[in-house]
C-alpha cells in the first residue's frame, strides 16, 4: 500500500543553508496548523448553523480545558493514555500501514494489568508491578504485533484487522469481567477484584496528575530517538517509503513490521496499565471509552511524529476533558466533540495534497543571494 | 403447539440470517460498486449510522418508512460524493479519509440523532412466507421484509450489469486501469465519484433496514460494526454481487447465533458468541488473502490491493 501521509525524506544537509532547511521544516508545521483552522472554521460554521455561537464554544474549551489548575490537571490526565494511543497508530504508519485498532490492545492491556493484579494481591509490589506492567505490554503487543504479522506473512489488509480485532477484544473483556475474572462484589458494573493500594499508580508530585502522563511523555521522546536517530528506525522509514526497494535492499521488512505494530501494541497495552491502576482501581468496560480512536486522528494531526504527538495529544485532551461543560452550558449533544474531530480529521487528510505547491516553502526559495 | 426441540436453533438461525444479513447485503453491494470502480470507502460504517438516524427522523417526522428509506439513500450518496471528490485530490490517503468519514458521519447521526432515541418510528412491511406451516417459529423466520428482496433483486442486477452492460463496462475499465480508461476517452475521476455516491446511497439503504425493521430503533449503537464487516465481506466474495449475497447470509447468520443461544438459554460465553460475527469476518480474510499474488477478481487500481 502507497501511504503518501508519512515523510520519507532524510535528513541531509541542506545545500541552501540555515533559512532553506527552516522553510522546508516550517511546512510540516504550518500547514497542520492551517488545517486544524479550517477544521475549526468549518465546525464553527455548522454550530452557527444550528444557531449556537462558535466563540461561546471555543471559549468554554478553553476555560474548562486550560483555563485553571483544576482543568490543566483535568486535561493532563486524560492526554496519557492518548499518547500511548497515539504512538500504536504512528509507529505502524511510518511504515505505511493504517493500523486503527489501538483500543483492543488498551482493552486488553488493561484486563491483563488487573487480573495481574488480583492474581498477585497478596505479593509484595516489587513483583506485582513489573508483572502486571509485563502483561499489559505483552498481551497489547502480541495483539497488535499480530495484525503486522497477518499483513506481512498473510497480505491481510492492516486496517480492517485491527478494527475488527479491537470489536473482538472488547467482546472478550465483556466475557473476562463478566465472568472469569468478575468480582462477586462488583454488583452493578462487573469489575475485576480491586487492586490493592501499593499496586495501585500515584500521582506524579505536586502536579496531581498521575505518573501516566510523565511515562506517556518519554515514551514519545523516546519513540522519536528511535525512528530518528537508529537504523531501525531509518530503515523502517524506507520500508514505509517503498517497500518492494526495501526488500531488494535485504532490509528485513517483515521483522520491522511485527516489531513495530507489536511495540505500538505494547504501548497502547500501557495505556490500559495506567487506565487500571491509576483512574479506575479495577478492570472493566470504562476501559473502552474510544482513546484509541482518538489517537488516530492525533497520530494524522501529528503527522506521525512522535515529539508533535505531545502538543497534539494535549489540545484534543483538552477538547475531551471540557466537553462535559460544553454540553451543559451550551445545551449540545455529547457527539459534539465527534463531529469536531471528524471536520478536523476530513481537513488535515485533505491538506496532504497541499505539500510541495507553495513555492514559499522550497529551500531553492531561500537561496542566499 | 409440537416442540421444536434443538431444531429450533438453525430455524432461529435462518430466519436470523435473513434478518440480519441485509444491511451487510446492501453495504457490500455499495462497497461492490466504488471498488469496481478503483476506490475504497472504508467509511460506510459511519454511512450506515447515519443512514439509520435519518431513516427513523424522517419516518418518524413524515410517517412513512419509504420516505426515510428515500433520506437515508440521499444522505448516504452526499456522504459518498463527499468522499469521492475529496479522494479525487491528488496525493490523499483514501483510506485515512475513510476513517475520517466514518467518525464525521458517527458524530453528525449522534448529534442529530439525539431527539429521535425516545419516540416509535413506523416500520418497514415485510411479507410472511410461512403461511404454509402452523408452525409459529418456522412462520417468524420467514417474515421476510421487503427491503430484502428488493436487495436480492439488486444483487442479481448488478451481476448482469457488470457482465453485459456499457455502463457496467465503463465502471470496470476505470477500475482496472486509470490510463486504459483515458485512453477510450473516459474520464475516470468522474465516474469513481459517481460510483462512490451512488455506493454510498447503498449503505445509507442498508442503515435505513436498521432503524425501521431490524433491531427497529435508533440508538448509538445501532452498528456495532457491520459497516465494516461489509466491507470486508467484498474481499471475500471477489467483487461479486452475487457472491456478495451468499457472503451476507452467512454473516447474517454468524450474527444472529448470539441472539439465538441466548434465547434457548444458553447463557455460559454469551460475549463470545456477540463476537462470532467479527471472528469470521477476520478468519475468511486471513483465509482468502495472500501476499504474493495479486487477488483474483480484484480491481487494478484499488489501493487495497495494490
Known amino acids: 500500500m502507497t501511504d503518501q501521509t508519512v515523510s520519507t525524506q532524510l535528513d541531509t544537509p541542506s545545500p541552501n543553508g540555515f533559512l532553506g532547511m527552516l522553510a522546508r521544516r516550517s511546512e510540516a508545521v504550518i500547514l497542520p496548523l492551517a488545517a486544524l483552522l479550517v477544521g475549526f472554521a468549518v465546525f464553527s460554521i455548522f454550530l452557527l448553523l444550528q444557531g449556537k455561537s462558535p466563540t461561546e464554544f471555543f471559549a468554554l474549551t478553553y476555560r474548562a480545558g486550560f483555563g485553571t489548575a483544576f482543568s490543566w490537571q483535568n486535561t493532563l490526565s486524560r492526554t496519557a493514555p492518548l499518547l500511548f494511543a497515539a504512538l500504536c497508530v504512528a509507529l505502524p504508519a511510518r511504515l505505511g500501514l493504517v493500523v486503527i485498532g489501538g483500543e483492543g490492545a488498551i482493552v486488553l492491556g488493561g484486563v491483563a494489568a488487573g487480573a495481574m493484579g488480583a492474581l498477585l494481591a497478596h505479593s509484595s509490589g516489587l513483583i506485582a508491578v513489573p508483572m502486571m506492567v509485563a502483561s499489559a505490554m505483552i498481551v497489547g503487543g502480541l495483539w497488535i504485533g499480530s495484525v503486522g504479522a497477518l499483513r506481512y506473512y498473510r497480505g491481510v489488509n492492516e486496517t480492517i484487522a485491527s478494527l475488527l480485532m479491537a470489536y473482538i477484544a472488547i467482546a472478550v473483556m465483556n466475557h473476562l469481567v463478566e465472568g472469569p475474572l468478575r468480582d462477586p462484589a462488583s454488583l452493578n458494573k462487573p469489575s475485576t477484584a480491586p487492586l490493592a493500594d501499593n499496586l495501585r499508580v500515584g500521582d506524579i508530585p505536586g502536579w496531581e496528575v498521575h505518573w501516566g502522563l510523565a511515562f506517556g511523555v518519554l515514551c514519545c521522546v523516546l519513540a522519536w530517538g528511535l525512528i530518528d536517530k537508529t537504523t531501525w528506525g531509518f530503515a523502517a522509514r524506507i520500508a514505509g517509503g517503498n517497500m518492494r526497494a526495501a526488500q531488494v535492499q535485504g532490509l528485513p521488512v517483515g521483522r520491522l513490521i511485527v516489531g513495530f505494530t507489536a511495540l505500538g501494541g505494547a504501548l497502547a497495552g500501557l495505556a490500559g496499565y495506567f487506565e487500571v491502576t491509576a483512574v479506575h482501581g479495577a478492570a472493566n468496560a470504562s476501559l473502552a471509552t474510544g482513546y484509541g480512536y482518538t489517537g488516530i486522528l492525533i497520530a494524522f494531526l501529528a503527522r506521525h511524529n512522535p515529539l508533535a504527538i505531545i502538543p497534539v495529544a494535549i489540545l484534543l485532551a483538552g477538547f475531551e476533558a471540557s466537553s462535559g461543560l460544553i454540553q451543559r452550558r451550551m445545551d449540545l449533544p455529547n457527539a459534539t466533540t465527534l463531529v469536531l474531530q471528524g471536520f478536523v480529521f476530513i481537513s488535515i487528510l485533505m491538506s496532504d495534497t497541499l505539500y510541495g505547491r507553495f513555492k514559499v516553502f522550497a529551500p531553492e526559495c531561500w537561496r542566499s543571494a | ?306
Open chain 2, 1 to 306: 403447539m409440537e416442540d421444536l426441540g434443538l431444531w429450533v436453533i438453525p430455524l432461529a438461525i435462518l430466519g436470523g440470517a435473513i434478518r440480519v444479513s441485509t444491511p451487510f447485503l446492501f453495504v457490500s453491494l455499495g462497497e461492490v460498486l466504488t471498488e469496481r470502480s478503483g476506490r475504497i470507502n472504508l467509511g460506510l460504517e459511519g454511512t450506515l449510522v447515519f443512514g439509520a438516524m435519518s431513516a427513523y427522523a424522517i419516518a418518524y417526522l413524515t410517517g412513512s418508512p419509504w420516505l426515510g428509506v428515500l433520506a437515508a439513500a440521499a444522505g448516504g450518496a452526499l456522504f459518498g460524493l463527499i468522499h469521492g471528490l475529496i479522494c479525487s485530490l491528488p496525493r490523499v490517503n483514501d483510506i485515512a479519509v475513510g476513517i475520517a468519514m466514518m467518525i464525521l458521519g458517527m458524530g453528525l447521526a449522534f448529534y442529530f440523532g439525539k431527539p429521535y432515541v425516545q419516540p416509535v418510528a413506523p416500520d418497514l412491511p415485510s411479507i410472511g412466507f410461512g403461511w404454509w406451516s402452523d408452525i409459529p417459529q418456522v412462520e417468524a423466520a420467514l417474515r421476510v421484509n421487503v427491503l430484502f428482496l428488493i436487495g436480492a433483486v439488486l444483487a442479481f442486477a448488478m451481476w448482469w450489469m457488470f457482465r453485459a452492460t456499457k455502463v457496467g463496462l465503463i465502471i470496470r475499465v476505470v477500475g482496472d486501469s486509470t490510463d486504459a480508461a483515458r485512453a477510450m476517452g473516459l474520464r475516470p475521476t468522474l465516474i469513481r465519484t459517481l460510483a462512490t455516491a451512488a455506493g454510498g446511497a447503498f449503505a445509507g439503504v442498508g442503515g435505513a433496514y436498521l432503524s425501521l425493521f431490524y433491531p427497529g430503533s435508533w440508538n448509538e449503537g445501532i452498528s456495532s460494526g457491520q459497516g465494516l464487516m461489509a466491507v470486508a465481506l467484498v474481499i471475500f466474495a471477489r467483487w461479486n454481487p452475487v457472491a456478495c449475497f451468499g457472503a451476507a447470509l452467512l454473516f447474517g447468520g454468524a450474527g444472529a447465533l448470539g441472539p439465538t443461544l441466548q434465547s434457548v438459554g444458553v447463557s455460559e460465553g454469551y460475549y463470545l458468541f456477540f463476537a462470532a460475527p467479527y471472528v469470521l469476518t477476520l478468519g475468511v480474510l486471513i483465509a482468502t488473502s495472500s501476499p504474493t499474488r495479486a487477488m483474483t477478481g480484484a480491481p487494478g487500481e484499488l489501493s487495497i490491493t495494490k
